[in-house]
Antibody, heavy 122, light 109 residues
Framework: EVQLVESGGGLVQPGGSLRLSCAASGFTFSSYWMSWVRQAPGKGLEWVANIKQDGSEKYYVDSVKGRFTISRDNAKNSLYLQMNSLRAEDTAVYYC???????????????WGQGTLVTVSS | SYVLTQPPSVSVAPGQTARITCGGNNIGSKSVHWYQQKPGQAPVLVVYDDSDRPSGIPERFSGSNSGNTATLTISRVEAGDEADYYCQVWDSSSDHHVVFGGGTKLTVL
């Protein structure tokens, strides 16, 4: 069974840092683009970042550039999101999602993890 | 940046057909993907590449895309279809960004 399990969420003060992890199983992790997508409470979906199969290409939404870093460890079948200088507006459920298998980041997300909640508040 | 516009809500009676639109400039030239999200759950892919269905998704779910509008059609709507639905495209013009529509709440009357 293809599965994605996120961890690492929690309560953090503004300006603080947090590292999210996503453990993948049931498929060849190193063959897929991977992404982080977030959803603020009561709001819609917002793509955050994605990373190519070998980690050579990474892309971010403008609002997190310079603060968040996406990375992966194919040997551990794991995806990460290092979040620094956190702001109240970063409060959201963060989902890990599998992307395309090709050389470009085009395509859909399937499956998604269950999500991990990040709350930025003093 | 590319913008996708969805109606905030759509209501339909059980057994009827629901149509959820996703508007974007020349969206017909892009591949559109649709997700269903029930309360407290992660999104689930229901249609990809405009009109293809993943395995396990009922044939009642179908999609189309032309001009400036993509449409998700749910036939013979059931109570269990009540959820939020999001369209998504990949925008090659904006640094490999992924774009989601604002979401549509489907209410089954």
């Amino acid at each position: 069974e293809v599965q994605l399990v996120e961890s690492g969420g929690g309560l953090v003060q503004p300006g603080g840092s947090l590292r999210l992890s996503c453990a993948a199983s049931g498929f060849t992790f190193s063959s897929y683009w991977m992404s982080w997508v977030r959803q603020a409470p009561g709001k819609g979906l917002e793509w955050v970042a994605n990373i190519k199969q070998d980690g050579s290409e990474k892309y971010y939404v403008d609002s997190v550039k310079g603060r968040f870093t996406i990375s992966r460890d194919n040997a551990k079948n794991s995806l990460y999101l290092q979040m620094n200088s956190l702001r109240a507006e970063d409060t959201a459920v963060y989902y890990c999602a599998r992307g395309s298998r090709g050389p470009a980041a085009t395509g859909w997300f399937d499956p998604w993890g269950q999500g991990t909640l990040v709350t930025v508040s003093s | 940046s590319y913008v996708l516009t969805q109606p905030p809500s759509v209501s339909v009676a059980p057994g009827q057909t629901a149509r959820i639109t996703c508007g974007g400039n020349n969206i017909g030239s892009k591949s559109v993907h649709w997700y269903q999200q029930k309360p407290g759950q992660a999104p689930v892919l229901v249609v990809y590449d405009d009109s293809d269905r993943p395995s396990g998704i009922p044939e009642r779910f179908s999609g189309s895309n032309s001009g400036n509008t993509a449409t998700l059609t749910i036939s013979r709507v059931e109570a269990g279809d009540e959820a939020d639905y999001y369209c998504q495209v990949w925008d090659s013009s904006s640094d490999h960004h992924v774009v989601f529509g604002g979401g549509t709440k489907l209410t089954v009357l």
